[in-house]
């Protein structure tokens, strides 16, 4: 079975492409290891659920803890490269809900490739878009409906 995504298209300059674009430097501040820039873009109220520690982080000192582990991880597991799309951007006012599709991929020493799942909830603040809440898990796999 295969499965069928639709990514969407984003208008240069619009308030979609903002958002996702906000989404993007985010992993990769990941990929080359700077938590600062990542959580530079994190309201106060910001919340993660993430698909490699999947517990909620709900306030930021856990969430700065999360990150260093979450980067201890990825040291350990090896060079880490993605390639984001988009599938579904709404804007809300001053809110967003961005929906993307991740092919993630981790190299040797302990190598791991998967699809994942990104849905963010984001805040207009001062012109910028902020990160409120951000959920990533692993696309199942070998799961079909009856």
């Keep these: 079975m295969s499965i069928v995504r639709e990514f969407i298209s984003l208008t240069l300059g619009s308030d979609e492409e903002s958002a996702f ?3 993007e430097s985010v992993y990769e501040a990941y990929r080359t290891f700077q938590p600062d820039k990542i959580e530079g873009v994190q309201l106060p109220e910001y919340s993660v659920w993430d698909g490699t520690l999947p517990r909620l982080f709900k306030s930021l000192a ?3 803890e999360f990150h260093k ?3 201890e991880n990825t040291k350990a ?3 880490f490269s993605f390639t984001l799309n988009p599938l579904k951007a709404d804007i809300l006012g001053d809110m967003a809900i961005v929906l993307c599709h ?3 991929a981790w190299e040797p020493p302990n190598a791991l490739s998967a699809n994942m799942r990104i849905t963010d909830v984001m805040r207009k603040v001062n012109g910028r878009w902020m990160m409120l ?3 990533e898990s692993f696309e199942p796999e070998g799961y079909a409906h009856i």
Aim: charged share 35%; hydrophobic share 30%.
């Design 133 to 135: 809440h951000h959920h």
């Design 21 to 23: 674009k906000v989404i």
């Design 102 to 104: 991740m092919e993630a």
């Design 77 to 79: 597991r090896g060079p």
């Design 62 to 64: 856990e969430v700065k």
């Design 69 to 71: 582990t979450d980067q």
